[in-house]
C-alpha cells in the first residue's frame, strides 16, 4: 500500500525566514509527485510535479526537489500570503491515475 | 484559465436521502475524478473516469456510490443513501489524459456535503 508521510505538521515562520518541509514517501513504482497548495474551505491549487530522483522546479519563492525515498519544498523568504496547507501526492503503479495524498503541512508565515 | 467549477458549493441533507454533486471539468480533458476530505483529515481518492466508465475506484466507492457524464460537460457524482460519514468535502478534478499517464490533476474548489 502506498504510503505519503509528511512533516512537520505545522510550521510557524517569520516573514523572511526560509525553511523546508519534507514529503516521504512509500510506494511500488514511483510515477510522479505532486505538490499542491490548499487554502482553508478551498480545493488544492496545483504547484509542481517530479517525476525521476534528482529533478527540481523553481516557482517564484518556492522550489521542489525529489530524492528516491522524498521530497522537500523549500520556501525562500516566505510572505504571509505563502500561508497555506502545503499537500504532497504520489501517483504510483502500473496504468493507476489515483493520487494518494499525505496530510499536509499547515504552513503559517506572520507579518 | 480554464477552471473545474462544482455545484452546490454547500448541500445540507437528511441521513438517508440521496444526493448528485456536479462537476465541470475543464473542457478539454479527459479524465475525471472524484476525492474527498472528511474535516481534519487527507484527501482520498474516489474514483475515475474516461471514455464514459470507470476506469478506478477505491474501496470507499461502494455501491452506494456511482458516477456520471450526462453530456458533454457534467460529470455527476451520486451518492444514494447517505450516512453521517459521508459528511466531507467532495472533489471534483479533471486531467488532460493524452500520452503518457501521469498528467496533472487540477481540482474545483468542493462541496461541502452535511448529512444530518
Known amino acids: 500500500e502506498d504510503q505519503v508521510t509528511q512533516s512537520p505538521e505545522a510550521l510557524r515562520l517569520q516573514e523572511g525566514e526560509s525553511s523546508s518541509l519534507n514529503c516521504s514517501y512509500t510506494?511500488?513504482?514511483?510515477?510522479?509527485l505532486f505538490w499542491y497548495r490548499q487554502d482553508p474551505g478551498k480545493g488544492p491549487e496545483f504547484l509542481f510535479t517530479l517525476y525521476s530522483a534528482g529533478e527540481e522546479k523553481e516557482k517564484e519563492r518556492l522550489k521542489a526537489t525529489l530524492t528516491k525515498k522524498e521530497s522537500f519544498l523549500h520556501i525562500t523568504a516566505p510572505k504571509p500570503e505563502d500561508s497555506a496547507t502545503y499537500l504532497c501526492a504520489v501517483q504510483a503503479g502500473t496504468g493507476r491515475r489515483a493520487l494518494t495524498f499525505g496530510s499536509g503541512t499547515r504552513l503559517q508565515v506572520q507579518p | 484559465e480554464p477552471e473545474v467549477t462544482q455545484t452546490p458549493s454547500h448541500q445540507v441533507t437528511q441521513m438517508g436521502q440521496e444526493v448528485i454533486l456536479r462537476c465541470v471539468p475543464i473542457?478539454?480533458?479527459?479524465?475525471f475524478y472524484w476525492y474527498r476530505q472528511i474535516l481534519g483529515q487527507k484527501v482520498e481518492f474516489l474514483v475515475s473516469f474516461y471514455n464514459n466508465e470507470i476506469s478506478e475506484k477505491s474501496e470507499i466507492f461502494d455501491d452506494q456510490f456511482s458516477v456520471e457524464r450526462p453530456d458533454g460537460s457534467n460529470f455527476t457524482l451520486k451518492i444514494r443513501s447517505t450516512k453521517l460519514e459521508d459528511s466531507a468535502m467532495y472533489f471534483c478534478?479533471?486531467?488532460?489524459?493524452?500520452?503518457?499517464?501521469?498528467?496533472?490533476?487540477?481540482f474545483g474548489p468542493g462541496t461541502r456535503l452535511t448529512v444530518l
Open positions: 510506494v511500488s513504482g514511483l510515477r510522479g
Open positions: 473542457s478539454n480533458h479527459l479524465y
Open positions: 478534478a479533471s486531467s488532460r489524459g493524452t500520452g503518457r499517464v501521469t498528467d496533472t490533476q487540477y
